[in-house]
């Protein structure tokens, strides 16, 4: 049989610890090509390079890996994955990550590693994009391993609804094991940014964007809620955006 | 009766003529701020700035307005425009555009325009982005005045569900009349890729994307249906993007 052929990107770039571990336990499972992008992306959303051209040059930094470090966003690296790398071979899976940090509730429309996801389902494509919850640089990964490959299967044997992707996130490493996963909606919460305001050595005022996460969910059916008690968080999300339930509503104005 | 605060925003830029239209529309109805990226933003989707700076000046190029022109992503704009230019005053109204190009269909996903629109939806603010479905740099837009004027008075009289802003897209300037507004959802469609592949000076390949957008919809209710019947379309858009219908699918899984 076939080895199942996986494409594999993130938004950190393609030398971050997180992709690189990814890579590793995807060559468990299958065959495995990555395109990923040459610098950091955290934050680009579902970006893409249109005013601008693009860069994809091969790299050997992955032994036994075909692997493409390309100058777009994680959006671009799956379209060029998908285009110019793979060609008429058609992935069986596309992960993206594993993420240095959070992609929970809203963050998941800041983030370039489920842009990269969404971009493999808008293709047909079963995807799932994978981050765990610690910002530390020397993040331990170990703990999350074993789930990475047992989704990673469940989703190559069962395949994904049409136009769903999984959002995947995991609690930073913890004394206890990880308690399980549970399937989750995107918890209602939101950054209260907050702008850290500065001056350049000319006088001229600049500004860093910096801010608080604030959870107004006081749900147990969401992905903060099952972090914060030590669970791997699934969520099914769609790149329907229509929100279909006020349509009605809408259909009583008067234009 | 104080006039309502409106707070404006796009992604072409704070000098493309659609956002000069909107500025100039939307002082008829209330107090103007504009917060608009210095160059242009097309397909930045939610991108924000978290890894650089961000430059914010005020600029005189509209006279009677309160107008700051902004080195970053059109999210940056509004998140800007919230905490340092309106400060401790609430938008009655957050309105981005008017888009230089369609925002129907999956183009919502890449569309600056709308990311300044949920994002202002996300801060709890009444939230439309509006787009005209003309790529020509010279489009007419005088046929959707009395539109953006009725929609932008629809949503300030009767508000907007929690969570939602509103896509809306203009046909383009046709010899008969714009037959009125749809209520649509997002239409099943998407862009058929394609790279193209050229080499630098100095040999070296690049890319630009290119391709075609595929609708596959052959439904009556969506949003390119209304465009191409030269309706408005008015698409409810949320950032939840739980795909709650899989949820229960996915719990069949053994973990």
């Avoid at 350049?200 to 604030?214: E, I, Q, T």
Wanted: one cysteine or more.
């Amino acid at each position: 049989m076939q080895r199942p052929l996986i494409l594999v990107s993130n938004d950190d770039g393609i030398t971050a610890p997180g992709i690189r571990l990814l890579i590793q336990l995807m060559k468990e499972i299958g065959e495995v090509v990555v395109v990923a992008p040459d610098s950091p992306q955290s934050g680009m959303g579902h970006a893409i390079t249109i005013g601008n051209t693009l860069r994809l040059y091969e790299t050997e930094i992955y032994e036994g890996v075909k692997a493409y470090k390309c100058s777009g966003t994680p959006a671009d690296c799956v379209k060029l994955g998908k285009h110019y790398v793979l060609k008429s071979k058609t992935p069986d899976l596309v992960v993206s990550g594993i993420n240095h940090g959070s992609n929970t509730s809203i963050s998941v429309l800041y983030s370039g590693t489920m842009s990269a996801a969404v971009e493999g389902a808008i293709e047909g494509y079963p995807a799932i994009g994978f981050s765990l919850c610690d910002y530390d640089p020397e993040a331990d990964f170990s703990h999350v391993e074993e789930y990475v490959i047992k989704i990673a299967r469940n989703v190559l044997d069962m395949g994904l609804p049409k136009g769903i992707a999984l959002n995947v996130n995991f609690p930073p490493k913890q004394n206890e094991k990880i308690k399980g996963v549970k399937i989750c909606r995107q918890a209602h919460a939101k950054w209260q940014e907050e702008f850290d305001q500065r001056f350049d050595p000319n006088g001229r005022r600049y500004f860093w964007l910096a801010g608080n996460f604030v959870n107004y969910d006081r749900g147990e059916d969401n992905d903060e809620w099952a972090i914060a008690n030590n669970y791997v968080s699934v969520v099914p999300i769609q790149y329907d955006l229509t929100a279909h339930h006020a349509i009605s509503l809408l259909n009583e104005w008067s234009f």
